[in-house]
């Protein structure tokens, strides 16, 4: 109980002495579990008065008697201490329970997972389906420039701040992981980093084979070889808005775009996606090894390979067993 309830309950327990009946009658419906049967969540507008709250409290069963809780809350003095915003109210809860949530300040947190691979279009499209957000995006954030993870945020705020906190935690990310990178890596800047990583992000999906995925994009890289990563010919078909939707076919290979790495040498103009933590770390400090091809083995991992004999050969088998269907991810295998 805060300090000013305690002086409210002070107060009343003084008026039974001095009003009988009413007192106690009146420190009973403060104390007393409320006429809530089960959970209940409330939102309290900004700008909502003591009645306005009252109110609102009442009609949705939470309170008994919107007087005495406005009494009670001038009384007690935490009336200027109320704060707006999304309750959840557990059922018999007293006024003196509410007043000291409301009080606290104690709101529903809402949670918002961002899966790794997502690019900023799809994430924009996840904080438009949270009706508790509030406001427009001015425009869509960089590609590669939000950090996946799960973020916490109560009702009312807006997607652009929850879009900064990305941003923000994004470029924290990728500045700590790029002043412990390996030595002797073919890229220069943090950006094109982040670029790779967001490759790899797409081509795997096992933990444990990202840093040997990045080690064969590195290897690739230091060769002077396209990187022949299916995904990003997604990317350029697409314009970044989500999945094709089919699979791809060889003229599809042959699409003009910078962010076709079956046309275009080295890497893209900048990430197709906004790649994990670990998949930035794995860029960073990539596996080394003599890989320079990989393609799936039908159980959601990929085979290596060192040559071209040994990558087609894995092909053949990986067709196999997805008779005849293409594989989901690059095979950089063509040349």
Same mark, same amino acid.
């Given at each position: 109980?805060?300090?000013?309830?305690?002086?409210?309950?002070?107060?009343?327990?003084?008026?039974?002495?001095?009003?009988?009946?009413?007192?106690?009658?009146?420190?009973?419906?403060?104390?007393?579990?409320?006429?809530?049967?089960?959970?209940?969540?409330?939102?309290?507008?900004?700008?909502?008065?003591?009645?306005?709250?009252?109110?609102?409290?009442?009609?949705?069963?939470?309170?008994?008697?919107?007087?005495?809780?406005?009494?009670?809350?001038?009384?007690?003095?935490?009336?200027?201490?109320?704060?707006?915003?999304?309750?959840?109210?557990?059922?018999?809860?007293?006024?003196?329970?509410?007043?000291?949530?409301?009080?606290?300040?104690?709101?529903?947190?809402?949670?918002?997972?961002?899966?790794?691979?997502? !690019?900023?279009? /799809?994430?924009?499209? @996840?904080?438009?389906?949270?009706?508790?957000? #509030? *406001?427009?995006? %001015?425009?869509? =954030?960089?590609?590669?420039?939000?950090?996946?993870?799960?973020?916490?945020?109560?009702?009312?705020?807006?997607?652009?701040?929850?879009?900064?906190?990305?941003?923000?935690?994004?470029?924290?990310?990728?500045?700590?992981?790029?002043?412990?990178?390996?030595?002797?890596?073919?890229?220069? !800047?943090?950006? /094109?980093?982040?670029? @790779?990583?967001?490759?790899?992000?797409?081509? #795997? *999906?096992?933990? %444990?084979?990202? =840093?040997?995925?990045?080690?064969?994009?590195?290897?690739?890289?230091?060769?002077?070889?396209?990187?022949?990563?299916?995904?990003?010919?997604?990317?350029?078909?697409?314009?970044?808005?989500?999945?094709?939707?089919?699979?791809?076919?060889?003229?599809?290979?042959?699409?003009?775009?910078?962010?076709?790495?079956?046309?275009?040498?080295?890497?893209?103009?900048?990430?197709?996606?906004?790649?994990?933590? %670990?998949?930035?770390?794995?860029?960073?400090?990539?596996?080394?090894?003599?890989?320079?091809?990989?393609?799936?083995?039908?159980?959601?991992?990929?085979?290596?390979?060192?040559?071209?004999?040994?990558?087609?050969?894995?092909?053949?088998?990986?067709?196999?067993?997805?008779?005849?269907?293409?594989?989901?991810?690059?095979?950089?295998?063509?040349?």
């Amino acid at each position: 109980m805060g300090w000013g309830l305690r002086i409210f309950a002070g107060t009343l327990a003084l008026a039974v002495g001095a009003a009988g009946g009413i007192g106690v009658w009146g420190y009973q419906r403060y104390s007393a579990p409320g006429p809530l049967e089960q959970v209940e969540t409330v939102v309290i507008p900004r700008g909502s008065g003591l009645e306005a709250i009252a109110i609102t409290l009442g009609e949705s069963g939470v309170i008994g008697s919107p007087l005495v809780f406005v009494a009670a809350a001038k009384l007690s003095g935490t009336f200027r201490e109320l704060k707006a915003g999304e309750y959840q109210f557990p059922a018999g809860i007293s006024i003196e329970g509410v007043l000291e949530q409301m009080r606290q300040g104690r709101t529903v947190v809402h949670r918002l997972t961002v899966p790794e691979g997502l !690019t900023s279009a /799809q994430v924009v499209a @996840l904080l438009e389906r949270e009706a508790v957000l #509030t *406001g427009d995006l %001015a425009k869509p =954030p960089k590609e590669g420039s939000l950090l996946p993870e799960t973020y916490h945020f109560a009702y009312g705020d807006s997607r652009t701040a929850l879009i900064e906190r990305m941003q923000t935690a994004m470029t924290q990310t990728l500045a700590e992981a790029w002043k412990t990178r390996d030595q002797n890596l073919p890229f220069e !800047t943090p950006q /094109q980093a982040l670029t @790779l990583a967001s490759i790899v992000e797409k081509e #795997t *999906g096992v933990a %444990a084979e990202r =840093p040997r995925v990045a080690g064969v994009f590195v290897n690739r890289l230091e060769a002077g070889m396209k990187l022949q990563s299916d995904p990003t010919v997604i990317y350029a078909l697409t314009d970044g808005n989500g999945e094709l939707g089919r699979a791809l076919t060889r003229n599809d290979w042959k699409f003009e775009s910078p962010y076709n790495t079956y046309v275009a040498t080295g890497l893209p103009p900048g990430p197709i996606a906004n790649p994990g933590k %670990a998949s930035i770390q794995a860029v960073m400090k990539p596996e080394r090894h003599e890989f320079l091809y990989f393609v799936a083995d039908g159980t959601g991992g990929h085979v290596f390979a060192k040559s071209l004999t040994d990558h087609n050969r894995n092909v053949a088998k990986w067709r196999e067993v997805q008779q005849g269907r293409q594989p989901d991810h690059g095979e950089t295998s063509s040349e």
